[in-house]
């Protein structure tokens, strides 16, 4: 069943679920929450599916990732961060995996720089592009967030070393859903969530979307 969140959640209830470090990382690079912040944030965070569907710049990849990244910040300060991945971004576009990556580092870095350590979070991207070398490593040191296309999702979950690492999944993040919804590729990929979530039975799906 599809229901739509009438009303936006409070200041206070999203800023009540973050973690000190992140909430002072937030403030320092933006004034306030967006609205599809007060929308999708704690949807995110108590792991119900949602597609927030908003305009393009309006801060929906960092609604999306906000909660995830809270939730590792945690685990890390609680020494419990597991070897595993923990949530997995699927773009159309490369070259928008490559902006997320980016997008992703640089708040982890800053978070680092506000704890003053390192806390183990890594980000991988994982295209058709990615060097034999950059394969075995992700297979030595798994990432806690993959960033990687429809196609190469397809390929990883079926390959028998890689598929191990797909199997605990709490966050499934496709972006650009407008774009491949209504295509063979996207059919494809429908096919290729339903493998995953077979694999991560808890797995919470967050789709993005401008126009959809």
């Not at 995110?44 to 949602?50: E, G, L």
């Not at 720089?113 to 980000?123: E, T």
Request: glycine share 6%; proline share 4%.
């Amino acid at each position: 069943m599809i229901t739509f969140k009438e009303k936006a959640d409070s200041k206070k209830d999203v800023e009540g679920l973050l973690h000190p470090i992140v909430k002072q990382w937030f403030f320092s690079r933006f004034k306030e929450f967006s609205l599809p912040q007060l929308y999708g944030v704690t949807e995110v965070h108590a792991r119900n599916n949602i597609l927030v569907s908003a305009p393009t710049g309006a801060t929906k990849s960092l609604t999306s990732f906000l909660s995830i990244l809270n939730e590792l910040v945690d685990c890390a300060e609680k020494g419990i961060l597991q070897d595993k991945i923990y949530a997995v971004y699927v773009s159309p576009l490369k070259a928008l995996n490559n902006d997320i990556q980016k997008n992703l580092v640089e708040p982890l870095e800053e978070m680092e720089n506000i704890a003053g350590k390192k806390f183990g979070i890594g980000v991988a991207v994982r295209t058709g592009d990615t060097t034999a070398s950059e394969k075995q490593k992700m297979l030595k040191k798994v990432p806690k967030i993959l960033i990687t296309t429809p196609e190469t999702l397809a390929l990883l979950l079926s390959s028998l070393k890689f598929s191990e690492h797909l199997k605990q999944v709490e966050w499934l993040i496709l972006d650009e859903v407008h774009a491949i919804g209504d295509s063979k590729r996207g059919v494809h990929l429908s096919l290729s969530l339903e493998r995953l979530q077979r694999l991560s039975p808890g797995m919470c799906r967050i789709g993005l979307s401008a126009t959809i």
